[in-house]
Structure formats: structure tokens, C-alpha cells
């Protein structure tokens, strides 16, 4: 609470963001029903500028991770090009030091292009991205992907140095491309030394839920997360964590808020220690999903069924928009679910940390609407933003970046990466009410 000593407070992170995370100063330039037209101009001036400082900054971060030059830019001519203009895009520099290609994707069934689509048909952030390039010296050409093209579009992407890819999961499915043989080809460019930010790797590993489980060592983990992969280590294990208190449990694979649930026992009968009892399956859970905040009731049976088998004849009824089945495929396909104790303070907010490869550029305190426990966009939450220094945060930014930032890659299994030009880390308070905040 404000005006708690803040060294003993404890944030844990609740996920990592590098592929899809957008500038939220850029927001007023994406397509909605009501603002059909918008583009770069619709940004107002000064967060325009607030923008461009994360935008120079990549260009600086990309700077120090590029180590050769094959100058002056790509002849792109045998591409299609889906934009129907540049609108806010600086000039190339003549003589670049590297050059650089921001892959999009646009959805051709889709209003807009995609839900992260200006008018013109690019990603509403692309021009902080490109500008933060050119102004450092490194030209940055715009160009999409068309799964039609692929060979094509292949052979001109080894003509760059780097390649930013800012293509929203799922996408390239949603267009009728593939996902996999996409990454397959961002894999081979990095095998002839090309630079790709982020790289597949990068995105399945920061993005999967486990990450939460391989942090969990870390000051900003904690040491009770659990990953499932297949049905009988589910079962078991839920029903051992959710006797002894509330937890959320995460599918993989969902986006804003989707399958993740908080959970609480309707009886509230939790065991002391964790291990003196298992849940039966009769139990009633009370859930409320992160995508909308609605509320369900179900038994522990009935919960696993839906996680494992979607609507069945065992799953009861769900209100739910999903569809459940958080395990089809096993892990090779990303099926898997994790446990994660449940911290109430959730409703005071998420922080999350805005970062251009290792330096802290912003934080935005998102706090759900009341009543709510989701700070997911859309769900009425509100968003307060903070500068990279406040003081009210110090304990937390200190932790992070002095202690566990440098271990955050190898724990995920990403050493040989490094870190993401522009990413996300949204943080959880896990202290107790009234805890100190040292």
C-alpha cells in the first residue's frame, strides 16, 4: 500500500513480452470500427517524441549488436508491396552502416490488416522501429510477408544485415501462411550470421508460460510455479497446489488474458502445509478468467476435463469463450499448462517494464477496473505511466536490473541470444498486505 517501506516488497513476473508488445504511445495510429483512417499523424505531438526516444534507442542497442557492414539498401523491387504509402518514415541514409528490413505481416482477411494495423496497412508502431534505425545510421526498410512470395522474400532478406520481425502470433497462419516454415527460414538467415530480433527461439521461449517455471529461482520468480505437459502430472499436481491455496493457472497458447485463470476453493478449506491433502474431485472451484473477469463455478473433475478435453459430457457448462483442450498436441506443439500461487494483490496493479535490450525505458502501472483482478486492455483497466527512475519502484527496478536481468536469457535456455531490442516484462506483487516494502 502507498506509503509502505518499499525494500521488502516483492514482485515476481507474470510473463515476458517480445514479438507482439507494441509502443502504447503509438495506440491512437491502429485501425479500430471507429477510427478506420487512423495513421502516424493521429499520434499526438509529444507522445510522437516520447515514442522516437525508445525508437533511437533500438537504433543505438542495434548499433552495438551488429559487427558488419555490406552497405547501401536491398533492391526489394520483386516483392509485393502491400503498404499504400510511408507516411512518417525519415529518408534512408546514402550510405548506411548496416542495413536493416522490418518484416510485417497483413492479414488480407481481416479488417484492417490485423487488429495492429494503421491505415496504410502497417504495424501502428513501425515508424518509431524504422525512424530509431535510420537516426543511428541504419537504413530500415518496411516490407511484408506474403506466404506466396516465400522463396523470394527468403532470397532478399540475405541481403541485409538484420531483420526486425513484428508479425503478431498467429498472423502468418491467419493470412494461410505457415508459422513453422516461416521460422525455419528466420533460422536459416541466422545460420549465414544475419542478425534476426527477436529470433523464433526467442519468441517461443520468452513467450511460452513455462518461462515463468524456469525463472522461478530468480529474485523475480517464485519457487512454487509448476509446468504440465501431459494430463496425469495435471491432475496430480493441481490437486496438491489448489488444496493449499488459490493459484492461476495459464494455458501457452492464449493471448490477452485467454485460459488464464485465478481459482480459489468455494469452501475456502485450505491445508496448512502444502502436501497435507489433495483436492477430491468433487470440489467446487470458483474461476475468473483474465480475457473478461467472468466468473464460473465448477468442480476440480470438471476444471481438469475442460483443460484436457474441452466441452464434454464430463466438463459441465462453460460460459467461457474458449475452448479448453490446453494440452492437445503435447509440448512439441506448445500444449502445456502452468501453476502459479495466486498473489491477491493483483488488484493494485501490474507494472510493466518497457526495455530496449538491457535498459529500463519506462514503466506503466496497469490497474484493473474495480472489481476486477485483469489488467488486460480492453477490460476497463487503467494505465499510469512512470519514467524509468521512480523512485516508488526503486526496489524493484534495482532488483531487476542489477541482479536478474543478466541471468533471464540463460535461464530460459536463450544464452547464445541476446536480449530483445524491445520487450516487456510485466511484474506481479507477491508480498504479503502490509509488508514492508524493503
Not at 398 to 416: A, T, Y
Request: glycine letters at 10%; charged letters at 25%; hydrophobic letters at 35%.
Amino acid at each position: 500500500p502507498e506509503g509502505t517501506p518499499a525494500e521488502e516488497e516483492k514482485w515476481i513476473v507474470g510473463e515476458f513480452n517480445c514479438s507482439c508488445v507494441g509502443i502504447s504511445k503509438c495506440l491512437p495510429a491502429y485501425c479500430k470500427d471507429d477510427t478506420p483512417n487512423a495513421n502516424w499523424n493521429d499520434i499526438p505531438d509529444e507522445d510522437k517524441k516520447e515514442a522516437m526516444v525508445y525508437g533511437d534507442l533500438m537504433g543505438k542497442v542495434a548499433l552495438t549488436i551488429l559487427n558488419e557492414s555490406k552497405a547501401s539498401l536491398v533492391d526489394v523491387s520483386s516483392l509485393t508491396q502491400i503498404a499504400k504509402d510511408y507516411l512518417g518514415l525519415l529518408p534512408q541514409p546514402a550510405n548506411p552502416k548496416f542495413k536493416t528490413a522490418l518484416v510485417q505481416i497483413y492479414v488480407r482477411s481481416a479488417p484492417y490488416g490485423g487488429s495492429d494495423k494503421s491505415s496504410n496497412g502497417h504495424r501502428y508502431d513501425m515508424i518509431p522501429f524504422a525512424n530509431g534505425m535510420i537516426n543511428a545510421g541504419i537504413s530500415c526498410q518496411p516490407i511484408h510477408y506474403v506466404h506466396e512470395e516465400h522463396d523470394k522474400f527468403v532470397e532478399a532478406m540475405k541481403q541485409f544485415d538484420a531483420i526486425i520481425v513484428r508479425c503478431n502470433p498467429g498472423q502468418i497462419k491467419a493470412d494461410g501462411g505457415s508459422q513453422a516454415k516461416f521460422d525455419d527460414a528466420m533460422r536459416g538467415l541466422q545460420k549465414l550470421g544475419i542478425q534476426v530480433w527477436p529470433s523464433p527461439d526467442v519468441m517461443e521461449f520468452m513467450g511460452a508460460k513455462d518461462a515463468l517455471t524456469k525463472i522461478a529461482h530468480l529474485n523475480i520468480g517464485l519457487e512454487d510455479t509448476l509446468s504440465y505437459y501431459d494430463e496425469e502430472e495435471f491432475a496430480k499436481g493441481f490437486k496438491k497446489t489448489m488444496a493449499f491455496q488459490p493459484r492461476v493457472i495459464k494455458q501457452n497458447r492464449g493471448s490477452s488474458g485467454e485460459g488464464i485463470w485465478i481459482i480459489k476453493l468455494k469452501e475456502g478449506n485450505y491445508c496448512s502445509n502444502f502436501g497435507d491433502r489433495i483436492c477430491e474431485g468433487d470440489e467446487v472451484l470458483s474461476l475468473m478468467e483474465a480475457n473478461d473477469n467472468h466468473a464460473e463455478e465448477h468442480t476440480v473433475a470438471e476444471f481438469i476435463e475442460f483443460c484436457v478435453n474441452g466441452r464434454t459430457d464430463k466438463s459441465g457448462e462453460w460460459t467461457s469463450k474458449g475452448v479448453g483442450k490446453y494440452l492437445e498436441g503435447g509440448k512439441e506443439a506448445g500444449g502445456m499448462l502452468v501453476d502459479q500461487r495466486f498473489c491477491p494483490r493483483i488488484v493494485e496493479g501490474e507494472l510493466r517494464y518497457n526495455c530496449v535490450g538491457p535498459e529500463l525505458v519506462g514503466i506503466i502501472h496497469k490497474k484493473p477496473k474495480e472489481g476486477g483482478i485483469s489488467a488486460v486492455g480492453g477490460t476497463g483497466s487503467i494505465y499510469t505511466f512512470y519514467g524509468p527512475d521512480e523512485p516508488k519502484f526503486k526496489n524493484l527496478t534495482d532488483n531487476f536490473l542489477k541482479k536478474d536481468i543478466n541471468h533471464v536469457m540463460p535461464s530460459l535456455g536463450l544464452s547464445d541470444e541476446p536480449i530483445p531490442l524491445w520487450w516487456t516484462t510485466d511484474f506481479i506483487l507477491a508480498s504479503p498486505e502490509g509488508t514492508p516494502a524493503e
